[in-house]
């Protein structure tokens, strides 16, 4: 099977019932001044807060802005930097307790660093990476 045909094969993945949520962009706050950030960040952290009342609040932290890229055979090609334009880079990560996307989302939506540039992309967690789950669909 080849990259483009295992692009249009059916997700054998299952979902588990949590979903990620990566914090994008590492310089939403540019511009704001400190007594505006520090309202944001308050806000912020009472949402953050609420996710741990609510008991779905499984872990989360932030991320530093450098890192390495290990790739090749045998991971021989490692490689300094942030990998992607600030606005792209991930700046941290939730992983919540919630059994649906759409539920997921409506969380997301409640972050307050969104209006000011950050985005947040939701993903479920899988009960197996893909290769393994498609390898369990082919043998008998």
Known sequence: MNASTADLAPNSQQPVG?????IRGTHWNGGLSPAELQRIMTDFYAW???LQREGILRGAQ???EEGKLVSGPGGVLVTDGVFAESKEAVAGYFLLAVAS???AVRIAQRCPILNH???IEVRP????CRPMADLQLQVP
């Open 101 to 103: 996307t759409e539920e």
């Open 48 to 50: 953050v807060e609420g």
């Open 117 to 119: 540039g950050a985005e």
């Open 125 to 128: 967690v899988a009960d197996l």
């Open 62 to 64: 932030p991320l530093m």
């Open 18 to 22: 949590e979903h990620l949520l990566f």
